[in-house]
């Protein structure tokens, strides 16, 4: 297997043909872990945002071996923020089943992490098997997360 990493940013000509495969991709491979697809595109659509305080960039790894389809892909939204609330959130990040296991979620990370400017932060659930990864890879847990949503 031949695998190659494409960076998607913000300042590039993407089509809406490639967009649909990462969403599809996304809201396929996170399972259990996702979010409906069209909060996948928005996120999505945010880190391909040119307008000042938005950005990020996306990452997708390809196998060349079996027709460039996508094995892994990650999201990454700027949050233009600093030192109080990280630069960066890893909003998504999948590897599809067949490839689980062999080290590609944690070479998505890693380019990831390497790729941006200041902290990144990510939300993952306590029961997400990748949590092991992230640990590994220096994430710490500083908060415990709360939420609060208006009633419709």
């Excluded at 950005?55 to 196998?63: A, E, P, Q, S, Y």
């Excluded at 200041?118 to 939300?123: F, T």
Aim: no cysteine; proline share 5%; glycine share 10%.
């Amino acid at each position: 297997m031949s695998f190659n990493i494409e960076t998607l940013e913000p300042s590039g000509i993407h089509s809406e043909e490639m967009l649909q495969e990462i969403t599809l991709f996304l809201f396929t491979h996170l399972g259990k872990f996702g979010d409906p697809a069209e909060d996948i595109r928005k996120a999505i659509d945010y880190a391909l945002n040119q307008e000042p305080g938005k950005g990020g960039m996306i990452l997708i790894m390809r196998d060349a071996s079996k027709n460039n389809q996508i094995a892994g892909a990650v999201v990454l939204n700027e949050t233009g923020m600093k030192d109080y609330i990280p630069e960066n959130i890893l909003v998504y990040i999948a590897v599809h089943q067949e490839y689980r296991g062999a080290g590609l979620g944690g070479q998505l990370v890693e380019k990831a992490l390497t790729s941006v400017k200041g902290s990144v932060a990510l939300h993952v659930e306590p029961d997400n098997p990748a949590k092991r990864l992230y640990e590994r890879m220096g994430f710490t847990n500083k908060y415990l997360e709360m939420r609060w949503e208006p009633k419709a």
